[in-house]
């Protein structure tokens, strides 16, 4: 080379044969010509060619120079930069240029020059093309290595080709691009920060989508260069987010960006980087923290990213960011768990943990993203989540928040639509879901409107689709009905009957429309309107549009006659979606897109519209039942046994029949149900019956054919059927047939004649029969009915016993093993009550007599004779059908004016009663006559004596029932100001006096002074005391003061002159009014009227006389520890308001009850009266299930009061309040059409929950108190009680009576049977149902009423040496029992063969 360069001094510059010099003197094109020819000489020129070199050597200096450099003609640079890149590949490893200057300027020159592989359509496109390969396969730019600005060159370099690159360039360009620029970073001793992010901004986000071919050529670039590249790229992010130092680059602020497109570049890239997130994960930044979140998120959920796997140290780190302190971040977390699920099931075990917690955060976006995620990942694929998941949804649906129970609630549904109905993922799947359907629908019971609706609308678009072709929808209709659990099934038959109720009062509102307009007319579509608006979501604005509609109405005669269509029971399910796209079409404007008004229309339309039942359907529904009895169906397949298809598919179209009845009228349903009444399944038969009561009330004219062959099949049950197949068949005769009274006395007269006590199986169904002529016919058959009660039943029947009942210590058996005599006298008992309601006066004082048998029967426990043949079991039945029979005839005013107080307080009792049963089933028919305000307000107090029932589910039974019954009034007060009149029998606070009175007359209250007996009285009083005064509407605790304070002033009204009893009002009152001090703040204030007093109860009080004596003891002072009373949210469905006047009005006179004053005072008006017992009253986060909260855990002290030094001590009164379960209240059942409550839903989806009772030596007991424990010291196994359960529940019973039989039969389709079921904080399985019938159910002989003792050790050191069996029967008192409530539908059912409770030991019985 050292001779090269001397040949270069020379100057003289040698060109290729045929090139003449090349100079400025030349024009342009000659220029190009002859430079075309040297580039072909150095193309053609090989590395070996040493003389060609040397004689070129000149030329190469030439074609270096300025003159070629920065010559203006881009031809001219372009030929001149394809020589220069010959030369350094004809020239290498040494280049024939010395000075670094000179190189730089080269090199910039063929970069400057690279910028023309941009158009790819250009006409030297290849020569560019030419100088890209030249340069990349040469690694020309390698030589630049050694000079100071290296870094400038190959930052241009780099910068030129990103730039250039588009995608109009083949792959070759693109390979020759990432060869040049690699072997820059793979052979250089280091990549400068400057040069790094020349190749890293093409990964910004902004950047790749702006260029996705430099994008592409950047990732090509880093994968090629990975092991090269990556201590530069460490460093970076080392100086950015370990150091903070952002001023190293530009790229500082998209370091998070980077840090994922690296990862998905080469995960290699980021060896070193990925510890420094696990740092940046615990910043104390809140947004550096959300973004290295954000970016985990997407770097673990990445679909092939085995980052969890590879890196479980920062895996264990991002999981704790789910338990973050700032929102944005726990958000971020949850919404990147349905990727991480979808794509990474593997994880999801590590998730649940994480999401569980997060589905009760305080935030409601971060709830709802729970539920997102969740479903997002099932519908994708149901195998991805775990049970578990599916749960957190599930609890979501009882959210506190509107928004996170409708999300959970659609996406439940669609869950249970795509795999469960659509049968996506199989058999399997389908079972894993199947509880969803209940679920849905057990959400029916909560309060909202907006839940109920929602749930409407998810019946109707997922379980079963109204848009399926007919015979497909009932199918699906009927097999999701055969397998709905109990609770389900209420729900949707009230869902089908509140639908149905609303399109009668909208039916209602078009009749008013059409009539002449009055005052009263204004009147009467306000009052309709109103109904309608309770129906509907925010009532506060929809009360307008329903005004609205109503002007609409009036005025739009289409758009009445659609709704007209739509609300008639003809209308078809493709009637009524042709009339509701017409009225929606015609209320809708093209030009306001938000329509609140029209939305409202449409809530009011989705709730009447029939979109699933038609006479069609109805058709379609009688094939798919026919198809199971003749076995054709494929109910195997879909996993429902026949005989459970048949009996559901009857009991659907019975509930079907109270609401849908014209849609049965067609020859070929009634002659299917004929069908039905011949098969030997007793349940089949009744449902058919029923269903014939509902719908044949023109099945005479209309279908003579079948009219003959019904009766006689009718009148053969009446006579020999089975007795609940009897007493339907009488129904059905008086409610089809026009002449029935030749047809009753056709089935009496034969009935009367043959009963005989020799055979008393025979008996029941004859006794049923005539009871219930007795009750529909009492004229027809007045002379031999009361020759009948007067000599048959009473001196025949129930006064003797023929038969010795088994002797036994149970106090329960099934009805399996009631004897026949017992059945018979129960049967006796009900033709006595039913006669005298069907007669409704006392004119003959039967009544009289009736009630002093009744009452006999109590005071003589269930024998009559007191002849000691009887069992206790028997004995047990007759004491609940007596009980029962009381509560029957209180209903009727004319006999409630007749029971005096004695009775009362002896009927009261039957709620304490020794056998659990007898306490159980009394107590549920109290509370249906208290719910359907057809008994009088004083029977509420009977719950008082509940407070202390030795049996925890008991009491929390009876607490749910005063809560349910309190707010019922209170909220029927609100809706009818007009009832005001009659406050004394309606409002709630008026129970006060007669809970004194009650407690007055207890037996158990012997010893006025006595300490225990006085606690026992604050116990019961604050039972009741606590739920009323949890508000204080319109001061109503100065109400309850002055009540007490009046009482105070009275005498006993039963024994006005024996001291003793005063002396015990009064002390009694003393209780009551330090309660009510201890609990209230506001109590001193005056009271707004002056209370009536009950004048039944209480003498006229005596102007003459002050009594302001303190009766109680002073060391009970320290018992009274203040504190405000909590909202007693016990349960959803006791709120439920009364949407509906009706029967509820019409029983009001039975209320009223004498007073000795006027009856109009009440301390808040009903229409000024705001707000009741609520769940949204109840103070708990956001993130809690819609639950209930213990008074005991959430009581404060009232404001400025100080605790005595005695506060702390053991007072059950005040603390032993029971726990109330977190799922929100069930509600079912109506009266009518009336909007009723539910009762068995409610018990079964929440139950309370005492503390552990606590307990002292059983002191002696009275007669009909439950025990105070489970066992008495003095029990032995020896006693028949080895091997004892704990007690089961009794079985369901399907006693669906009339309550007032012609009435209630109307209520078949929403018969409830009630179960309380212990649940602990979250609720737990119902226990004990599968062992309803199997074992009879013991309960103790009491020794006293009352609660268990007060403490364990007490209770063992009095038992003394009592063996193992004893002590167990001790805690089985307080263990967990489900209690099956009785049916909703007849009273006297009770009595029957379902009567289920315990009750109290006689005299005799306390040894």
């Keep these: 080379m050292a001779h090269s360069k001397n040949r270069a001094t020379d100057g003289k510059i040698t060109y290729p044969p045929g090139v003449k010099e090349i100079s400025d003197k030349i024009s342009k094109e000659e220029m190009v010509r002859r430079l075309k020819m040297v580039v072909k000489t150095f193309m053609d020129m090989d590395q070996d060619s040493e003389e060609e070199k040397e004689l070129y050597l000149n030329l190469a200096l030439h074609l270096a120079s300025d003159f070629f450099l920065k010559h203006p003609d881009k031809d001219v640079r372009l030929l001149v930069a394809c020589c220069l890149a010959d030369i350094f590949r004809i020239y290498a490893p040494e280049a024939p240029y010395t000075s670094p200057d000179k190189l730089k300027d080269i090199f910039m020159f063929i970069t400057r020059q690279l910028k023309g592989l941009e158009d790819t359509k250009s006409a030297q496109f290849n020569r560019y093309f030419y100088l890209l390969e030249n340069i990349a396969w040469v690694k020309s730019y390698n030589i630049c290595f050694e000079l100071e600005d290296s870094n400038e060159i190959f930052t241009q370099l780099y910068r030129t080709l990103f730039q250039v690159i588009n995608n109009g360039h083949n792959q070759k360009v693109h390979m020759h691009m990432v060869d040049l620029m690699s072997s820059i970073v793979c052979e250089g001793d280091s990549v400068s920060q400057e040069l790094l992010d020349t190749v890293l901004v093409n990964l910004v986000p902004a950047h790749k989508n702006l260029n996705k071919q430099a994008y592409d050529l950047a990732k090509a670039l880093l994968k090629r260069t990975a092991q090269a590249i990556e201590p530069y790229i460490t460093n970076f992010f080392n100086q950015v987010l370990m150091l903070g130092k952002t001023s190293v680059s530009d790229l500082s602020e998209h370091v998070f960006d980077l ?39 997407k770097m673990f959920g990445a679909k092939d990213s085995e980052l969890a796997s590879q890196n479980k140290p920062l895996w264990q780190c991002y999981l704790g960011r789910f338990n973050d302190i700032h929102v944005p971040v726990r958000l971020e977390c949850v919404k990147f768990a349905s990727h991480c699920l979808m794509n990474h099931p593997d994880l999801a075990k590590d998730l649940t943990e994480y999401l569980k917690v997060r589905s009760h955060d305080p935030e409601e976006a971060i709830r709802h993203d729970v539920i997102v995620s969740i479903v997002t990942a099932s519908k994708k694929d149901l195998s991805l989540v775990n049970d578990h998941l599916l749960n957190f949804v599930r609890e979501r649906t009882l959210d506190k928040r509107w928004r996170v129970r409708k999300e959970a609630m659609m996406g439940l549904a669609q869950i249970y639509k795509k795999y469960a109905l659509q049968a996506e993922a199989g058999k399997e799947a389908a079972k894993q879901i199947s509880w969803i359907k209940d679920k849905l629908l057990h959400i029916y019971y909560q309060n909202s409107i907006d839940d109920r609706l929602l749930v409407e609308r998810i019946f109707a678009q997922y379980l079963v689709p109204h848009n399926l072709e007919t015979t497909e929808r009932m199918k699906c209709l009927y097999y999701l009905y055969a397998t709905l659990d109990g609770n389900a099934v209420k729900a949707l038959n009230e869902m089908w009957k509140c639908q149905n109720m609303l399109r009668h009062h909208v039916k209602d509102l078009l009749d008013l429309i059409k009539q002449p307009k009055s005052d009263s007319y204004s009147k009467a579509v306000f009052s309709k309107v109103m109904v309608i608006t309770r129906n509907l979501p925010d009532p506060g604005k929809t009360q307008d549009f329903v005004k609205k509609l109503a002007q609409v109405l009036e005025e739009d005669e289409k758009v009445r006659k659609q709704l007209e269509t739509l609300v008639s029971p003809s209308c078809s ?9 017409e009225i929606t079409k015609k209320l809708g404007s093209p030009k306001q897109p938000s329509n609140p008004f029209l939305e409202m229309v449409k809530f009011l339309l989705e709730r009447i519209a029939p979109v699933h039942i038609d006479t069609e359907s109805i058709s379609a529904l009688i094939k798919q039942v026919n198809k199971s009895i003749e076995g054709t169906a494929d109910d195997e397949d879909e996993g429902v046994p026949t005989e459970q298809a048949i009996r559901a598919g009857l009991e659907l179209l019975k509930v079907l029949s109270f609401t849908h009845p014209v849609s049965f009228h067609s020859a070929e349903t009634f002659e299917s149900l004929l069908g039905c009444l011949k098969m030997d399944d007793e349940k089949v038969a009744e449902a058919a019956l029923q269903i014939f009561k509902n719908t044949g009330s023109k099945l005479e004219e209309s279908f003579p054919h079948i009219k003959s062959v019904l009766l006689s099949v009718l009148q053969h049950k009446a006579k020999k059927g089975p007795p609940r197949q009897a007493k339907y068949a009488i129904h059905c005769i008086h409610a089809m047939f026009a002449n029935r009274d030749t047809h009753f006395a056709q089935i009496f007269e034969p009935l009367h004649k043959s009963l005989d006590t020799d055979n008393m199986e025979q008996l029941i169904t004859p006794l049923t029969t005539l009871g219930h002529l007795a009750m529909l016919a009492p004229e027809q058959f007045a002379a031999p009915l009361k020759s009948l009660v007067a000599n048959f039943i009473v001196k025949d029947l129930l006064m003797n016993d023929r038969i010795p009942g088994k002797k036994t210590t149970k106090l329960w058996v099934p009805d399996d093993e009631v004897s026949p005599e017992t059945l018979a006298k129960i049967q006796g008992l009900k033709l006595m009550v039913r006669w005298l309601l069907g007669v409704k006066n006392n004119q003959s004082k039967s009544g009289n007599s009736t009630l002093r048998m009744l009452t006999a029967i109590l005071s003589s426990d269930g024998d009559l004779t007191e002849q000691g043949k009887m069992g206790k079991p028997d004995m047990s039945r007759l004491r609940l059908a007596a009980g029962c029979a009381i509560l029957r005839l209180a209903q009727e005013p004319c006999y409630h004016e007749i029971i005096t107080l004695e009775q009362y307080q002896l009927c009261a009792l039957v709620i304490n009663d020794e056998c659990y049963q007898v306490r159980q089933a009394f107590a549920q028919k109290l509370h249906k006559g208290l719910c359907r305000l057809r008994l009088p307000l004083e029977y509420l107090a009977v719950f008082t004596l509940c407070a202390k029932d030795p049996v925890k589910e008991r009491r929390a039974h009876a607490r749910q029932c005063l809560v349910k019954n309190i707010n019922l009034r209170r909220e029927y007060l609100k809706q009818h100001a007009a009832v005001s009149e009659k406050l004394i029998s309606l409002l709630p606070e008026y129970v006060v006096p007669y809970a004194i009175h009650l407690l007055v007359h207890d037996p158990d209250y012997v010893k006025v002074q006595d300490i225990e007996q006085l606690k026992d009285i604050k116990e019961a009083l604050w039972f009741v005391l606590e739920i009323l005064m949890a508000k204080n509407e319109n001061n109503s605790h100065a109400f309850i003061r002055k009540m007490v304070e009046n009482i105070k002033q009275t005498k006993d009204g039963q024994c006005p002159d024996d001291p003793k009893i005063n002396e015990k009002l009064y002390t009694v009152c003393d209780v009551a009014m330090n309660i009510v001090i201890s609990k209230s703040t506001t109590y001193s204030l005056e009271s707004p009227k002056d209370p009536v007093l009950p004048a039944r109860y209480f003498t006229q009080p005596d102007k003459n006389f002050s009594n302001t004596k303190n009766y109680l003891p002073a060391e009970m002072k320290s018992f009274f520890t203040p504190g405000k009373p909590k909202a007693a949210n016990v349960l959803g469905a006791v709120n439920k308001p009364l949407s509906a006047t009706g029967k509820l009005q019409t029983k009001l006179s039975r209320m009223e009850t004498m007073s000795n004053a006027s009856s109009n005072s009440n301390p808040s008006s009903p229409g000024r009266s705001k707000g009741r017992l609520d769940s949204a009253d109840v103070d708990h986060s956001e993130n809690e299930d819609i639950s209930m909260k213990s008074p005991s855990e959430t009581e404060k002290p009232s404001r400025g009061r100080k605790r005595g030094a005695a506060a702390n001590q053991d007072d059950k009164g005040q603390e032993s309040k029971p726990k109330r379960g977190r799922k929100k209240a069930a509600n079912t059942s109506t009266d009518d059409a009336e909007d009723q409550w539910g009762e068995d839903g409610s018990m079964a989806e929440a ?3 005492t503390e552990d009772e606590q307990n002292s030596p059983p002191k002696k007991g009275r007669r009909g108190r439950p025990p105070k424990s489970a066992a008495s010291k003095d029990e032995t196994p020896s006693k028949g009680r080895r091997g004892r359960r704990k007690t089961a529940p009794p079985a369901d019973e399907e006693n669906e009576e009339d309550l007032e039989e012609e009435e209630d039969d109307e209520d078949d389709a929403g018969s409830e049977n009630m179960e309380v079921k212990p649940k602990g904080r979250r609720g737990r399985k119902p226990r004990g149902e599968a062992d309803t019938t199997s074992d009879s159910v013991e309960s103790t002989p009491q020794k006293r009423r009352g609660r268990p003792p007060k403490s364990q050790t007490a209770a063992k050191k009095a038992s003394g040496g009592r063996s193992r069996a004893a002590a167990n029967q001790e805690e089985e008192s307080e263990e967990e029992m489900g209690i099956a409530q009785q ?25």
């Design 259 to 297: 840090i994922l497109e690296l990862y998905n570049i080469d995960s290699h890239l980021l060896l070193s980087v990925l510890p420094q997130l696990e740092f940046k994960l615990k910043s104390n930044d809140n947004d550096e923290r959300l973004q290295v979140v954000k970016l985990l998120a």
């Design 1247 to 1249: 139950t309370m929950e």
């Design 573 to 581: 399910c493709k009637q009524a979606e042709v009339c509701v796209k």
């Design 1383 to 1407: 049916s909703e539908e007849e009273e006297d059912e009770a009595m029957d063969s379902s009567p289920k409770v315990r009750r109290k030991v006689g005299r005799r019985d306390r040894r």
